[in-house]
């Protein structure tokens, strides 16, 4: 059964380390089961539990059960795609499928080549080493994992000047599974270490509503068919956001109409979270706002509107903008970021193809 441990590099030295999260039960487990850890973890735990991305997840099941076959560990591999796709979620069925042990850490904790050294001299033959948010390893770091991805040895220098000697320390077989939201970020050499790469992309509407009905299994819920499909309609094509949506249509329902969440309950709901029948949430809306109005439409730089905005560049670009982008409110130009026809639509902006008639308008 995979276990998992979570690293944080020097924060995770300083304090007593984590309490592992208690393993979790087989995956054969049916969803109604009322002895379900009091966790009610939504994460699927097997590729059978695991909604959509077919093509991924196949290949991911051959390369599995190839791996098994040969009592070897499965080739390092990297998910990359917009957050709450469901990356760290492969990652774990892949240790649990492999009956493995994942240790989970993140590039920004692991600041100091010494980190990492730690973290790799642990893992036995055939452990998952997740690192999330990859692109944002140091160099330095980033080093030394080109030859424990390749030749499974870290070489590291003790002493300096006269004194300086190389010590080369064999590791065990394990396998680097690395997360990004930001595949264009990390360095090539990086990149072409892993054998297996993914990218995820948004699931369907059906999907999600697939995800919410599951869910709401889980959390002992009950949930109309039409709800559900509200639900996923307003989820950013993201199962995490139709998990928190489902939550918060729990809330409401068990407030305001007994329990269970009809579609007018899950509307209702919605509308109070500020989520609106596309999706779109306070700070999407904000930033289609200000492109739209402030910026006549743009184009627009980045750095401009998360300074008009007030919220980080990051978070604009890795959280807001990839769905924008996905349903067509805006486009990504040289000159910067512009709303399309619809999206200025949705803003309640009068669009205009040729700028200059829309800057007439606005004299
Ligand atoms: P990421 O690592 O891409 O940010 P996660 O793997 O943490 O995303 O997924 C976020 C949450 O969404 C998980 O806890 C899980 O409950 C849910 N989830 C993700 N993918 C799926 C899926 N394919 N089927 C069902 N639930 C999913």
Redesign the pocket.
């Known amino acids: 059964m995979a276990k998992e441990k979570v690293v944080n590099g020097d924060s995770a030295r300083k304090r007593p380390t984590p309490k592992p999260e208690p393993a979790q039960k087989d995956s054969a487990e049916p969803h109604s089961d009322p002895v379900r850890p009091p966790t009610r973890d ?3 735990r097997n590729f059978d ?5 077919r093509a991924v997840v196949n290949a991911l099941d051959i390369a599995v059960q190839a791996a098994r076959g040969r009592a070897e560990p499965i080739d390092h591999v990297l ?1 990359h ?1 917009p ?8 990652a774990h069925i892949i240790a649990r499928e492999l009956n493995s042990e994942l240790t989970h850490t993140s590039g920004p904790a692991l600041e100091r080549p010494a980190d990492v050294v730690g973290l790799l001299s642990n893992l036995k033959e055939g452990y998952v080493l997740f690192i ?1 948010e990859i692109h944002r390893l140091s160099s330095a770091v980033e080093e030394y994992l080109y030859s424990a991805m390749e030749d499974f040895r870290v070489d590291f220098v003790t002493g300096s000047g006269a004194f300086a000697k190389t010590i080369s320390l064999p590791l065990d077989r394990f396998t680097l599974a690395g ?1 990004t939201t930001r595949a264009g970020m990390l360095s090539a050499p990086l990149r072409e270490r892993f054998g297996l790469v993914y990218h ?1 992309d948004y ?1 369907s509407r059906t999907e999600l509503a697939q ?1 919410v009905v ?2 709401a299994g889980i959390l002992g819920i009950t949930v109309d068919l039409d709800a559900a499909n509200e639900i996923a309609a307003r989820a950013r094509g993201t ?2 956001i139709a ?1 928190r949506l489902l939550r918060r249509v729990r809330d409401y329902a068990e407030v305001e109409s007994g329990g269970t969440a009809t579609l007018q309950v899950a509307r209702d709901a919605l509308e109070l979270e500020g989520v609106d029948r596309v999706g779109l949430d306070r700070l999407d809306r904000l930033y289609l706002r200000t492109l739209a109005h402030n910026y006549n439409g743009g184009p627009a730089g980045i750095e401009a509107l998360a300074a008009t905005v007030n919220e980080e560049q990051q978070t604009l670009t890795d959280v807001v903008e990839p769905f924008l982008l996905k349903i067509g409110f805006i486009v990504r130009t040289p000159g910067g970021r512009k709303a399309t026809q619809t999206g200025m639509e949705h803003a309640g902006a009068p669009y205009a193809d040729d700028p200059e008639k829309s800057q007439q308008r606005l004299l």
């Open positions: 939504l994460r699927p539990e695991y909604i959509g991305q998910f795609g957050p709450g796709l469901g990356k760290t979620t492969l999330d997360s995820l699931y995800v599951r869910s199962p995490r998990n």
